[in-house]
């Protein structure tokens, strides 16, 4: 689910007058989250590409991992986003990268329509954040009171699991469509927009410290990661499915 210190191009965490440690720790959390992508999809593309007979992906630990992964990214996201607009809003820079997700969606979804055709992405995480940014500089004044709806929308898609109330398609991105397409990418607002409204929220708690300090070694390549998570993202899938693609028209 980032080219200017961003998470998943929500913003630049690192404010200008100076990084600090705290931010760091941000970006290298997002980074470890996005380490997870490539090895649940590699799993997701054994059974896609028939290697197994096994939809490992729908068994109860890739499911929980696959939840982790992107709660972690999504939480961390709505975290730094709070942290890049806190001396206040850009709104050419939001509009920019508002754009940006946008047509990175658009081109996702034709190009899975023509790969995926029954199960191509209508609703996916670059389409949710693309969506998300518009929604929190709305919601961005409550601050650390966002942590409640947040909790509230994350209650309601437990209260009503994942059968929905209305077969209506103009729920789908929202969660709620009952009888819903398969996807082969699926985000739904309820209820990770509650996950992000938590990050937001979480994040006003933080005290920047006054004398920032060097990020430790080890960690310099996941914060790099983290930073980079847009591009990332995109080119793991495009590079996963080759691989996978050029491996089946081999052994057969």
Request: some cysteine.
């Amino acid at each position: 689910m980032v080219t200017e210190s961003a998470s998943i191009e929500q913003g630049s965490i690192t404010p200008a007058k100076q990084p600090s440690a705290r931010l760091h720790s941000v970006d290298f959390m997002r980074g470890v989250a996005c380490l997870s992508m490539p090895i649940f999809h590699s799993v997701y593309n054994l059974y896609q590409f028939g290697f197994t007979d096994t939809a490992w992906t729908k068994t109860l630990f890739w499911v929980i991992y696959q939840k982790m992964g992107l709660g972690t990214f999504v939480l961390v996201s709505g975290m730094a986003f709070t942290l890049s607009t806190q001396s206040g809003i850009r709104w050419n820079r939001i509009l920019r990268r508002v754009l940006k997700l946008g047509g990175v969606a658009l081109a996702i979804t034709v190009a899975t329509y023509f790969a995926e055709p029954n199960k191509f992405v209508r609703f996916g995480v670059i389409h949710f954040f693309a969506s998300v940014i518009l929604i929190a500089t709305l919601v961005r004044p409550l601050k650390q009171w966002l942590i409640l709806p947040g909790a509230l929308i994350i209650a309601v898609a437990v209260y009503i699991g994942r059968g929905g109330i209305d077969p209506n398609p103009w729920l789908y991105i929202t969660g709620l469509m009952s009888h819903r397409p398969s996807s082969i990418d699926y985000i739904p607002l309820i209820p990770w927009l509650g996950v992000f409204f938590i990050g937001m929220g979480l994040a006003n708690w933080f005290k920047l410290p006054e004398h920032p300090k060097e990020p430790a070694g080890y960690m310099k390549p996941v914060i790099w990661l983290g930073k980079h998570s847009l591009p990332f993202y995109i080119i793991h899938q495009i590079v996963l499915y080759g691989l996978f693609y050029l491996i089946a028209l081999a052994v057969r």
